[in-house]
């Protein structure tokens, strides 16, 4: 069935970018998403990007989609203590569907 | 306020209890969501309502039943818990109509030690 992956933890010192990367099986993908949960939260929505694009940039973040390898990656610049969180990647098949995929989140530990 | 707001925010209970987890949502959204998450395995969806009339197993449903008791509110069951159920809970809801990516808004989760 579908799967999506990612590295469990990563640690980056504050003002450096980090970079966080996903790999996902399904190839019917629509859109797939980043949503970050801070400690004792639920998750949010970060940023998505539809499947027929390369690239999508919002302020400190940049999400790059490479279809043929079902890789995508967020990069957050000039990382803050206040990103310290866990990253989720998910992707679903269309708009509205019920179906999303989560992967299993990557803890960002940013050092002061 | 919390737009999804999930009570009890933490429960711990014994093996073989009946729980409850409430959700109510003030987004006026039709899809409501119930995940687990355990840590190192993400999310996994135990089931999702379209409408009042309308309820669905998702990934892992066994062990679990759910209510839609109005537009706003959607409650998990447990109805005799057991350990390997201790994980923490999340509703979410999202808007069919918003003619985009399908957002997901969640809770701020239930947390639940079944001992």
């Known amino acids: 069935g579908e799967d999506v992956e990612q590295s469990l933890f990563l640690s980056v010192r504050e003002g450096d970018s980090s970079v966080i990367n996903c790999t996902y099986t399904d190839s019917s993908s629509t859109y797939l998403y980043w949503y970050k949960q801070e400690p004792g939260a639920g998750l949010q929505l970060l940023t998505y990007?539809?499947?027929?694009?390369d690239m999508k940039q919002d302020q400190r973040l940049t999400v790059l989609l490479n279809k043929k390898d079902k890789h995508l990656s967020l990069r957050i610049a000039d990382t803050q203590t206040g990103d310290s969180a866990i990253y989720f990647c998910?992707?679903?098949?269309?708009?509205?569907?019920?179906?999303?995929?989560f992967g299993t989140g990557t803890r960002l530990k940013v050092l002061a | 306020d919390a737009d999804v707001t999930q009570t009890p925010r933490n429960r711990i209970t014994k093996t073989g209890k009946r729980i409850m987890l409430e959700c109510s949502q003030t987004k006026g959204h039709d899809r409501m969501y119930w995940y687990r998450q355990d840590p190192g395995l993400g999310l996994q969806l135990i089931y999702y309502s379209f409408d009042v009339k309308d309820i669905n197993k998702g990934e892992i449903s066994d062990g679990y039943s759910v209510s839609r008791q109005a537009q706003a509110k959607f409650s998990l069951s447990l109805e005799s818990a057991i350990p390997n159920q201790t994980a923490l809970y999340f509703c979410?809801?999202?808007?069919?109509?918003?003619?985009?990516?399908?957002?997901?808004?969640f809770g701020e989760g239930s947390r639940l030690t079944v001992l």
């Open positions: 990007i539809f499947s027929n694009m």
């Open positions: 979410a809801t999202s808007d069919e109509t918003d003619g985009g990516a399908g957002e997901l808004f």
């Open positions: 998910a992707e679903s098949h269309s708009s509205g569907t019920y179906k999303y995929i």
